[in-house]
């Protein structure tokens, strides 16, 4: 399984590598518009990601517009659909509903919790390697 990163924080890009490490082939961009080149060239290529997560706050873009523009992609393009999680240090109730109007399947909260990765990734059926 395929697994975008798309966030700009050394530490968090660490500890989220190894969260997700156990679960398939981890690819990391340190921003918005690599992320979604990114996004693009996979698809491109025959190579989807199962499963994006984009930091809300990064450079160039952030991860709502990203978020947006890929589930637009999707559906004029009729490819396969990731799971997104944003990941955020936020807590606003206006972040929380344009990102499910997005697209954005989870919001996982700063700091990251081993468990709560791993319960979302249970849920939509994806195991261990």
Do not use: W
Not at 27 to 50: C, M, P, R, S, W
Not at 65 to 83: G, L
């Amino acid at each position: 399984m395929n697994i975008l990163l798309v966030t700009h924080n050394y530490e968090n890009t660490r500890f989220l590598e190894s969260a997700f490490e156990d679960y398939g082939d981890v690819e990391v961009v340190i921003d918005g518009i690599n992320g979604l080149g990114q996004f693009y060239d996979a698809v491109e290529t025959g190579k989807f990601y199962k499963v994006i997560l984009l930091d809300l706050d990064q450079p160039h873009m952030d991860g709502m517009d990203m978020s947006q523009e890929i589930r637009t992609f999707e559906k004029i393009n009729n490819v396969s659909k990731p799971a997104i999680i944003m990941s955020t240090n936020h807590n606003r109730t206006d972040s929380i509903l344009q990102g499910i109007k997005n697209g954005v399947d989870l919001f996982l909260r700063k700091p990251y919790d081993f468990l709560q990765i791993d319960g979302f990734m249970s849920e939509c059926g994806f195991a261990k390697q």
